[in-house]
C-alpha cells in the first residue's frame, strides 16, 4: 500500500479507517471537512451511505442524486442528493470517473436468487452489521446504498453490463462535507462477477481538514 493520495489544498489526515474485504464500517464526519473513500489495493467496489446526523430519516439518495443531476453518475464539482433533494457532499476529486448509483447493492437475495448461495456475504449485510455496531438501528436498504468506482455500462439496448474494475491501488474519491452526516462504506464481497475482478479486497475511508 502506498502513502495516501493527499486532497487538493493544505490539508490535515484526521482520521484514517480501514474497511476490510466484505466489512463495513461507520464513521460521523462534519461540515467543512474532506470525505475521502479509498481502494487499497485496485479492482475493488464499495458501497457507500449517508445519514444526516441531527435529522436520520434524510439521507443519501443514488434515485434522487440522479433525478437532481439529470445524469446517471456524479461527474466532479456534482453534489450527491438527501432523499429530500438536500446536497449532502459535492465530489472535488476522482481518480477512477465511474460510479453506479442505479443498482442496488448486492443482498442476501441477490446470491440466493442468481447464485443459489443464500448464505454467501453480500453489501447489504455487511452495511447492516457495521450500522448495528455503531449504534443505530436507521433504516437500512439497498437502493440507498452508491456502488463507489463500479464500471457499469449502460449499452445502446438500454441493458446494464458489469465490467472489470481498471483502476489501481490508492485510487480515491473525495468530498466535501457539506453538512454533518453518519457515513458507512463497505468493501464489496462479490467475488463470482467481475465487479471485483473476482477478488475481493481492502478499501478505507479518510476524514481530512483544511488548515
Known amino acids: 500500500m502506498s502513502n495516501p493520495r493527499p486532497v487538493a489544498g493544505d ?11 466484505g466489512e463495513s464500517r461507520f464513521i460521523n464526519v462534519k461540515k467543512g471537512q474532506i470525505l475521502q473513500l479509498v ?3 485496485g479492482d475493488q467496489v464499495g458501497d457507500f451511505v449517508a445519514y444526516r446526523t441531527d ?10 442524486t440522479c ?22 457532499l459535492r465530489v472535488e476529486a ?16 441477490r446470491y440466493s436468487v442468481d447464485y443459489d448461495l443464500p448464505d454467501h456475504p453480500s453489501c447489504l449485510a455487511g452495511l447492516q452489521k ?18 463507489i468506482f463500479m464500471n457499469n455500462v449502460v449499452t445502446p439496448e438500454g441493458r446494464i453490463e458489469t465490467f472489470a474494475p481498471t483502476h489501481g491501488a490508492e485510487s480515491a474519491i473525495d468530498f466535501e462535507v457539506l453538512e454533518d452526516l453518519v457515513v458507512g462504506l463497505v468493501a464489496c464481497p462479490q467475488d463470482l462477477s467481475p465487479c471485483n ?6 478499501m478505507a475511508i479518510r476524514v481530512w481538514e483544511r488548515k
Not at 435529522?55 to 434522487?64: C, G, I, Q, T, V
Open 67 to 88: 433525478s437532481c443531476l439529470t445524469k446517471l453518475s456524479p461527474e466532479v464539482g456534482d453534489a450527491l442528493y438527501s432523499n429530500h433533494r438536500l446536497p449532502l
Open 55 to 64: 435529522k436520520p430519516d434524510e439521507y443519501l439518495s443514488p434515485a434522487h
Open 197 to 202: 475482478n473476482f477478488d475481493p479486497t481492502d
Open 11 to 21: 490539508a490535515a489526515l484526521v482520521e484514517s479507517v480501514e474497511v476490510p474485504a
Open 39 to 41: 481502494d487499497l489495493y
Open 94 to 109: 476522482d481518480d477512477v470517473g465511474h460510479h453506479d448509483f442505479v443498482v442496488p447493492c448486492c443482498d442476501p437475495e
Open 130 to 147: 457495521g450500522l448495528d455496531a455503531f449504534g443505530s438501528d436507521w433504516p437500512l436498504h439497498g437502493e440507498l446504498a452508491a456502488n
